[in-house]
Nanobody, 115 residues
Framework: QVQLVESGGGLVQAGGSLRVSCAAS????????MDWFRQAPGKQRELVAT???????TYMNSVQGRFTISRDNAKNTVYLQMNSLKPEDTAVYYC?????????WGQGTQVTVSS
């Protein structure tokens, strides 16, 4: 099993920055990739960014150039640095760990961007 704990959400003005973190514990050696998802009220959960074990990263189009996913292997922590935030980035942000046969979710952290 893998346990994920997000932190770092909050309220920020449009144009501001925020960094959310996801600390993993448990069977972290079996993780193939880490994702950040988000879900806004009344909308489906969407994949924001992914980082693989090779370090390769991918992003959804609307955050490309503004968000950066990174990780600290020594701390078993993944980060999502969010810059130039927009009101439409408001959502609960979830960390997700991909293993061979299943995935694990964190509890989510709220990010609110005011206009």
């Amino acid at each position: 099993q893998v346990q994920l704990v997000e932190s770092g959400g909050g309220l920020v003005q449009a144009g501001g920055s925020l960094r959310v973190s996801c600390a993993a514990s448990g069977n972290v050696g079996s993780i193939n990739a880490m994702d950040w998802f988000r879900q806004a009220p009344g909308k489906q959960r969407e994949l924001v960014a992914t980082i693989g074990n090779s370090g390769r990263t991918t992003y959804m189009n609307s955050v490309q150039g503004r968000f950066t996913i990174s990780r600290d292997n020594a701390k078993n922590t993944v980060y999502l640095q969010m810059n130039s935030l927009k009101p439409e980035d408001t959502a609960v942000y979830y960390c997700h760990a991909r293993l061979l046969n299943r995935g694990y979710w964190g509890q989510g952290t709220q990010v609110t961007v005011s206009s």
